[in-house]
């Protein structure tokens, strides 16, 4: 009887321990769907296959906003830019910052007490808004090696668990000497790592090719990196995405990207493994995914599916039942920061930040776990919001992709539409661009000048028109699918504080009650 007894209380104390829970994100750069694991089969990338093996792959994964600094700050935040105020690119002129009161992903995980770490590429502000323990990135360190050289991320991530490891067995040794009691505190983890692969860098560093494909490739004057084994693609093997030109130019251009995808693989292969070597694959979620859309026209900067669609794999070693599964549902990286709230079981705070009314944040995001049990059959509906990129690329543009159906609001559509200085010198535009000067053929699906200038209300049958040629606005057949997603959209502006919501034919009048008022602008 005492036996049994003993048998019961050792089995409840053990149910009321708590898992040991940790998080890796990993977060690409401008990258899209150049692997197997979403069709692709040119590209080598053995590790991300992998990966998908361990994990739930979805294929209706957005973005909320087709920018770098501004996607950035919402998988940290898990609010959309306009309303935590990264309305830009951080860097240089452009000097976007979130708001002073945001309470961030990484600020939340360490009032809670979790270890926060980011390599790569941050690209976000201020600091104190997104405060990480450890830091290796472009605010200390040179991009190119804390993003593309992968000995150096291997190094890093390896000296960030050494780091967690030493901290854990000096936590240990005070309590020994002030209460001796033995059992080691190891706090859990959170490490960000951010590859700078797959960003253009013809802008930057042209020597090092398009795509900095030729960075630590061992040839005279590019350096080595050792763990890296170039993989290269010559123009004809690449499958074209049916948004980019169909043109030498622009397959060159994808094979130079497709070396860059291979070094992106071989990195995250390192990184797995020294997540493995310290002992954390069976208690870490792990999450892939990129920022925003591949840097070639109708991509990166815009709203059209094609520039918000993202790779998105979730492994938890708590949930294998849908382990190498697909799922449909529409999620978002809005939806990152309440997934790892989620499996820390840290609650989101009350607080209010500037916006159209005083009203108290909150996520409008969700958490993706659930989804990693049993397919979600309600989950499908996501939002977009883009500002700006580079501060002179002003076209505000709000969207919601609903089922088969995508609507886009092109505030200032009377103008054309800018384009980004990294895409203006790439050789895929500048062919573009000499093509249509020449009135030569482009191979394109659209012309510049419709790419260039776009109506005011977009709304696109996604499923029976993928490449969202066909705008639908202007049918009357469509009138209730319009203005149903007109209202929805509306609604969530109001409710994340846009102070957009009333362009750009009303001003928006947010003192006493926040309201739209009439411009009577023609509009």
Request: proline share 7%.
């Amino acid at each position: 009887m005492l036996l049994e007894l003993f048998f019961l209380i050792l089995a409840s104390c053990r149910t009321g321990e708590s898992k040991r829970r940790n998080v890796l994100l990993i977060i690409a750069d401008d990258a899209g769907f150049e692997t197997d694991v979403y069709n692709n089969s040119v590209v080598h990338t053995p590790h991300l296959h992998s990966l998908a093996q361990r994990s739930l792959v979805f294929s209706n994964a957005f973005t909320s906003v087709s920018s770098c600094s501004p996607s950035r700050s919402t998988i940290l935040t898990g609010l959309p830019q306009h309303q935590n105020g990264m309305y830009g690119l951080h860097q240089g002129v452009h000097h976007f910052n979130s708001f002073d009161g945001v309470q961030s992903l990484p600020l939340l995980l360490s009032n809670a007490n979790i270890h926060t770490g980011i390599i790569g590429k941050k690209h976000v502000g201020p600091g104190s808004v997104y405060p990480f323990d450890f830091a290796y990135t472009e605010e200390n360190s040179s991009v190119l090696q804390v993003g593309r050289n992968i000995t150096r991320i291997k190094l890093l991530v390896r000296k960030f668990f050494q780091t967690h490891k030493e901290e854990a067995f000096e936590q240990r040794r005070k309590k020994e000497e002030n209460k001796g009691n033995a059992k080691e505190e190891e706090r859990p983890f959170f490490l960000y790592v951010a590859f700078h692969d797959t960003h253009r860098c013809g802008h930057s560093q042209p020597q090092y090719g398009a795509f900095c494909e030729k960075f630590g490739n061992g040839e005279m004057g590019m350096g080595r990196i050792p763990d890296w084994t170039p993989e290269y693609y010559t123009p004809e093997q690449v499958k074209v995405p049916p948004f980019v030109p169909d043109t030498p130019a622009a397959r060159a251009d994808l094979a130079a990207q497709y070396t860059t995808v291979s070094r992106l693989d071989q990195g995250i292969g390192l990184v797995l493994q020294e997540l493995r070597d310290a002992g954390h694959e069976n208690d870490t979620l792990v999450i892939y995914s990129s920022d925003n859309g591949i840097p070639f026209p109708n991509g990166r900067t815009n709203l059209y599916r094609s520039g918000i669609a993202e790779p998105m794999l979730v492994s938890s070693p708590e949930h294998r039942e849908r382990w190498g599964d697909t799922s449909q549902a529409y999620v978002s990286l809005l939806d990152i920061t309440p997934t790892i709230l989620d499996w820390f079981s840290v609650p989101y705070p009350s607080y209010s930040l500037p916006g159209i009314s005083s009203t108290l944040v909150h996520l409008t995001g969700r958490s993706l776990l659930p989804a990693l049990v049993t397919e979600p059959s309600s989950w499908h509906t996501v939002y977009a919001s883009q500002s700006l990129h580079e501060v002179t690329m002003y076209y505000p543009t709000r969207s919601v992709h609903q089922g088969a159906y995508h609507l886009l609001h092109n505030l200032h559509y009377r103008m054309p539409f800018p384009i980004d200085q990294d895409l203006y010198v790439s050789p895929t535009f500048q062919d573009l661009l000499n093509r249509t000067r020449l009135s030569e053929p482009t191979h394109w699906f659209k012309s510049l000048e419709q790419y260039y200038y776009r109506e005011r209300w977009e709304l696109y049958d996604s499923r029976a028109d993928p490449l969202e040629t066909k705008n639908l606005a202007s049918d009357p057949s469509y009138g209730a699918v319009l203005e149903s997603l007109r209202q929805s959209l509306q609604k969530w502006q109001w409710e994340t504080g846009d102070p957009w919501v009333c362009g750009p034919d009303y001003v928006l009048e947010d003192k006493l009650e926040p309201r739209c008022r009439p411009l009577y602008n023609g509009l």
